[in-house]
Nanobody, 116 residues
């Protein structure tokens, strides 16, 4: 079992930056990939970014060039550095971890609000 604890959300003005963190507890050695999804009110959940154990990353088209995902395996922590934030980035951001059996674990979600 893996538990994920997120932090770092908040309210910032458009053009600002935020860094989200997601720390894993439990059987973290079984984790292959981690990432972030987000969901805005009335919208479908959207993949933001993923990162594998080897460090390979992928980003959603709407955040490419503005967001950076990274991992500190020694701290069992993943980060999402967000720059040039836009009002349309407003959403609840959820981190996830996927183990080698393709089971997904989810964080509790953290609210990110961007004011115009």
């Amino acid at each position: 079992q893996v538990q994920l604890v997120e932090s770092g959300g908040g309210l910032v003005q458009a053009g600002g930056s935020l860094r989200l963190s997601c720390t894993g507890f439990g059987i973290v050695r079984s984790i292959n990939a981690m990432g972030w999804y987000r969901q805005a009110p009335g919208k479908q959940r959207e993949l933001v970014a993923t990162i594998t154990n080897s460090g390979s990353t992928e980003y959603g088209d709407s955040v490419k060039g503005r967001f950076t995902i990274s991992r500190d395996n020694a701290k069992n922590t993943m980060y999402l550095q967000m720059y040039s934030l836009k009002p349309e980035d407003t959403a609840v951001y959820y981190c996830y971890a996927e183990n080698k059996w393709f089971n997904k674990y989810w964080g509790q979600g953290t609210q990110v609000t961007i004011s115009s």
